[in-house]
């Protein structure tokens, strides 16, 4: 799969026909991290911030963009995913957030994992920001992606 599929002949960007795939069951698995203090940290762990539950949060936040993503992302196709979920692994000075996104269609569900978990952080940050505005988010990355016309794939 070495051609760019949003790019037509003519050079022009388009958006990737999809009529003639088959329906399957596709599913991608995305991570972030976001670094922090370790005040900030456990003012996570011990949910203590004013604003409320920052995790609770960023899982609503990560799962209403999955759903969103095709409204952010302007050659995504509109999905209706079966399954988003969100999960966070406490790490060294951070939080690890880890999606999945679940759909039986013709387009795989990569982008919506990847937004989840970008937005995720970015709650995080959102709601930590006052305590603590050096955090970074980083390793915003594919994981795993499985379904579809090309191979299944997992990052080594």
């Not at 999955?66 to 999960?87: E, F």
């Not at 679940?102 to 569900?109: E, L, Q, R, S």
Request: charged content about 30%.
């Amino acid at each position: 799969m070495d051609e760019l599929t949003h790019i037509n002949q003519k050079g022009e960007v388009t958006m990737v026909d999809v009529t003639d795939k088959d329906v399957t069951t596709r599913i991608a698995s995305a991570s972030a991290k976001i670094f922090m203090l370790k005040k900030t940290l456990e003012k996570i762990k011990n949910n203590s911030f004013k604003k409320g539950d920052v995790l609770a949060t960023a899982r609503i936040a990560g799962i209403t963009s999955a759903k969103k993503t095709a409204d952010l992302i302007p050659l995504c196709h509109q999905l209706n995913l079966s399954k988003i979920s969100i999960d966070f692994k406490f790490i060294e000075n951070g939080v690890q957030i880890l999606t999945t996104a679940k759909i039986d269609a013709k387009t795989g569900v990569e982008m919506e994992a990847l937004t989840a978990a970008s937005v995720a952080a970015l709650t995080i940050y959102d709601m930590c920001k006052a305590v603590d505005r050096g955090m970074v988010i980083s390793d915003i990355k594919l994981l795993e992606k499985t379904g579809g016309k090309s191979e299944d794939w997992k990052l080594q």
